[in-house]
Nanobody, 124 residues
Framework: VQLNEESGGGLAQPGGSLRLTCRAS????????MTWARQVPVKGPEWVSG????????TYADSVKVRFTISRDNAQNTLSLQMNSLKPEDTGLYFC?????????????????WGLGTSVTVSS
């Protein structure tokens, strides 16, 4: 059974940092690209960042570029998102999701099964 368990969310002040972690199981983690997406009330899911299966390429939404860094450890089946210089608009429920492909990271290429997410609130 495929399972993605996100952790590391919480409350941060504007300008602060958080590090999200996703522990994956039930599939060959090293064979698939992985993505972070976030959900805010009223809106649909927003793609945040993605990384290829072998970690050779990472991409970011313009809204988080330079501030966020995605990484993966294929030996530990973990995906991380280091979030710096947080802004109130980064508030949301963050999910990690598995791609159906090795080298495609966008929402339309993701599996339907996502984790429960981890909540991030950026507020003073």
């Amino acid at each position: 059974v495929q399972l993605n368990e996100e952790s590391g969310g919480g409350l941060a002040q504007p300008g602060g940092s958080l590090r999200l972690t996703c522990r994956a199981s039930g599939f060959d983690f090293s064979s698939y690209a992985m993505t972070w997406a976030r959900q805010v009330p009223v809106k649909g899911p927003e793609w945040v960042s993605g990384i290829y299966a072998d970690g050779s390429h990472a991409t970011y939404a313009d809204s988080v570029k330079v501030r966020f860094t995605i990484s993966r450890d294929n030996a530990q089946n973990t995906l991380s998102l280091q979030m710096n210089s947080l802004k109130p608009e980064d508030t949301g429920l963050y999910f990690c999701a598995k791609s159906k492909y090795r080298d495609y990271v966008h929402l339309d290429g993701l599996d339907d099964a996502w984790g429960l997410g981890t909540s991030v609130t950026v507020s003073s």
